[in-house]
């Protein structure tokens, strides 16, 4: 860990506003280490929004510009095809953009960009709910979880963004995690490197909105990779795909018991999401080995 | 070009274009040797204008009747002519979200839509200009569903009055194509968004021979767009972060501010134009007002109708004359009542509809005359809505009924 403690340069300074313990922030602190000073960032109403206020203060060091919810990757277009004019082709632009903004209001004008390959980085900073309005479900929340707007549990499963978005043919798509952070670091360095639309999910488990302990916030994002419910891969140009942690060792129980969002879940929805984990790691795996396309 | 060729006599020196800041019209005029005439509908001149104008990035999404404006910068760009950032997304709430941080990163931003699109638009219209993101936009004004329909009416654009964009509205091709450079002057200076606004069909389909500026000419009066406020990585600045209530008023006084140096900017802008092109339109136009008992109010290509029927009233020997508002927003409210000085009645032509209200020209006159002594009478008149035929000789009924009439508060459906 010491080794990214001390990475360089620090491109989120302290005192932002984020909960404590909070692995937003955390995550946030390396993606945009790893992008360094000559990026510019576009971050909608989220989490990372308000990290990232009030004015007159900021607590990223790089220019910021928020746009409405809806519209993160259209505005993250309109801004680099104006560095591209301006002859800033080096400069990075980053979306550090929460699932609200990502899986629902903003998805129009994300697949849009896509489509149309434009070169920027967009980071979905994944809590899998709306936290921000006090934990609402979204459309990235998971099977059986308690939200204020799903109080007996979400009766549908969490919408598979990652693989509509390699479906896209865009040049790189990934998940990461903090847990696992040489692999997330890994990961923004060589989407940095890439030109072209790359998109990059990280699960951030929230505190407040899961019902998880203040210092759980890091357990809980490494039981969900080593369960199988938040696996780690990448796509590569829609159809290499590679499974970056090979085994889930846990049991889906275990990241369950973490969290007050799924309190009293019935045992027979305990198999039932296993079930769903597991058929999803099979295909997932099919898909590592054969290098298939998404939905082959 | 002398005054004695000028037209009626009337119509002379004096008279027309008299807006608050309006150039004096014996300004020496040396039209360019450059200069094209190209037959051009008024999209391709919004096209034309806007290439001139040199913007380097241009989020654009096709919508009846605007579409032609879009094909002809991509055809533009194709072979060459028109060196722009052109971004097709996926929808005209996209390409506004496109444009604000483009142009808030210090490039010239282009756009045009109508109708739905523009409503679609909606929110991010506030938020451009809240941002203060001097982005130009052509509206092609047509009607807005539901029921569908293609038809020219002005209520997609007058819907959008309060959404802090300044507003202009032409008559002709011609002053689509030369208001594109203008409205990027203004824009630029009061760090404000302008939306051209053009009648769907009568002005944005219409053919009309058009003077095509040379390049040259409109580089020489139209700088490079370069804000020392913008976003860049050298110079650190953000935008969008939450404010405090005392910073939020604060920021909507200056956008206040900014709007009250419109009518000022726009005289500058239009008078260097006409200085350099031969062309001016003033801020509101006044067109055959001398000694007029009655003047006929309105916008767009409702004025170039209007004016065919002032012309046969004076020929008839009625007091008619025409005042046509080039600006809208910010309401040129001390030109409007110079203007309207002396006149008895005023008859404002609405192709719009306010359900509810009426008229919403109606109803900013109303405002704008409120107190001044010797205001004219007001008469709203809602003509043309849904793009109903308005012929001169129906406008001249309109005005002699009106008189007979006496005012109503109330707007009046006519046709």
Redesign the interface.
């Known amino acids: 860990m010491e080794r990214f403690e001390s990475r360089q340069p620090q491109m989120l300074c302290s005192g932002h506003a984020a909960c404590p313990g909070c692995i937003d922030a955390l995550s946030a602190r390396h993606i945009l280490a790893t992008m360094g ?4 960032a ?1 971050i909608p109403p989220s989490c990372m ?2 990290i ?4 007159p203060m ?1 607590s ?9 919810l ?2 993160s ?7 680099r ?6 002859g800033k082709r080096d ?1 990075q632009v980053l979306v550090l953009a929460g699932d609200g903004g990502t899986y629902d209001i903003g998805f ?2 994300l ?3 896509a ?2 390959n434009e070169d920027f980085l967009y980071v979905c900073l994944d809590n899998e709910g709306y936290m921000n309005t006090g934990a609402q479900k979204s459309s990235s929340t998971p099977h059986y979880a308690r939200t204020g707007s799903t109080p007996a549990g979400k009766t549908t499963r969490k919408k598979n963004l990652v693989e509509i978005m390699a479906a896209h043919g865009v040049p790189y798509v990934a998940t990461a995690s903090a847990s696992h952070l040489p692999d997330l670091v890994r990961k923004v360095e060589k989407a940095k490197s890439i030109r072209g639309t790359r998109f990059l999910s990280v699960l951030i488990p929230c505190l407040d909105g899961w019902g998880l302990a203040d210092d759980a916030g890091l357990t809980a994002a490494r039981y969900a990779v080593e369960c199988g419910a938040f696996p780690l891969y990448e796509v590569e140009d829609g159809h290499r795909w590679t499974l970056n942690v090979t085994a889930k060792p846990r049991p889906v129980a275990d990241y369950l018991a973490l969290q007050g969002r799924y309190r009293g879940l019935a045992p027979d929805r305990v198999e039932a999401l296993q079930s769903e984990i597991d058929a999803a790691w099979a295909l997932l795996e099919r898909r590592a080995s054969e290098g298939a396309a998404p939905g082959a | 070009m002398s005054h004695a060729t000028r037209g009626p006599a009337s119509a002379a020196s004096g008279d027309r274009r008299q807006g608050e800041f309006a150039p004096a019209t014996d300004t020496q005029v040396n039209p360019p040797r450059t200069t094209r005439e190209m037959l051009l509908t008024g999209n391709e001149a919004v096209a034309w204008g806007a290439r001139l104008a040199r913007p380097q990035v241009c989020p654009v999404y096709p919508i009846t009747p605007q579409t032609p404006v879009l094909e002809a910068l991509t055809a533009f760009q194709a072979e060459g002519a028109f060196d722009a950032e052109i971004i097709t997304p996926e929808s005209e709430h996209s390409v506004m979200s496109a444009c604000i941080p483009a142009s808030l990163a210090g490039t010239r931003v282009f756009t045009a839509t109508a109708s739905q699109g523009l409503l679609l638009m909606h929110e991010l219209l506030h938020y451009a200009s809240g941002a203060r993101a001097p982005i130009v936009m052509a509206n092609v004004n047509r009607t807005v569903a539901s029921p569908w329909a293609f038809w020219p009416d002005q209520t997609d654009s007058l819907a959008q009055r309060d959404t802090g964009w300044v507003q202009l509205y032409v008559e002709t091709a011609q002053e689509a194509l030369d208001s594109v450079p203008q409205a990027f002057r203004v824009a630029e200076q009061a760090l404000l968004p302008v939306m051209i606004n053009l009648d769907a069909f009568y002005v944005s389909h219409a053919m009309e021979p058009v003077d095509v500026p040379a390049q040259e000419e409109v580089d020489a009066y139209l700088p490079p767009f370069a804000p020392t406020q913008r976003l860049d990585t050298a110079v650190g600045s953000s935008w969008g972060n939450v404010v405090s209530q005392d910073m939020f008023y604060r920021h909507r006084q200056a956008l206040q501010e900014a709007m009250e140096r419109v009518p000022a900017l726009l005289a500058q802008a239009d008078g260097e134009w006409q200085r350099r092109f031969g062309r001016g339109y003033g801020v509101v136009e006044r067109y055959r007002c001398d000694d007029a008992r009655a003047v006929v109010v309105t916008l767009g290509s409702m004025a170039g109708t209007a004016r065919v029927a002032v012309d046969a009233m004076r020929d008839a020997g009625e007091a008619v004359g025409l005042v046509r508002l080039r600006l809208f927003r910010p309401l040129p409210v001390l030109a409007l009542r110079a203007a309207l000085q002396g006149v008895a009645d005023a008859v404002v032509l609405d192709r719009n509809h306010s359900p509810g209200a009426g008229g919403i020209l109606h109803q900013e006159l109303k405002a704008a005359l409120y107190g001044v002594p010797g205001a004219p009478r007001v008469h709203g008149l809602l003509a043309g809505v849904g793009g109903v035929n308005v012929p001169p000789q129906r406008i001249a009924a309109f005005v002699r009924t009106s008189l007979e009439r006496g005012p109503a508060n109330e707007s009046q459906w006519v046709r």
Do not use: H
């Open positions: 000073p000559d990026t510019m576009i929004a308000i990232a206020g009030p004015q900021s990223l060091k790089i220019p910021v510009y928020q746009p409405t809806e519209s990757a259209a505005a993250a277009s309109g801004l095809r104006a560095l591209d004019a301006l400069t129009q004008c697949s849009s960009a489509e149309r």
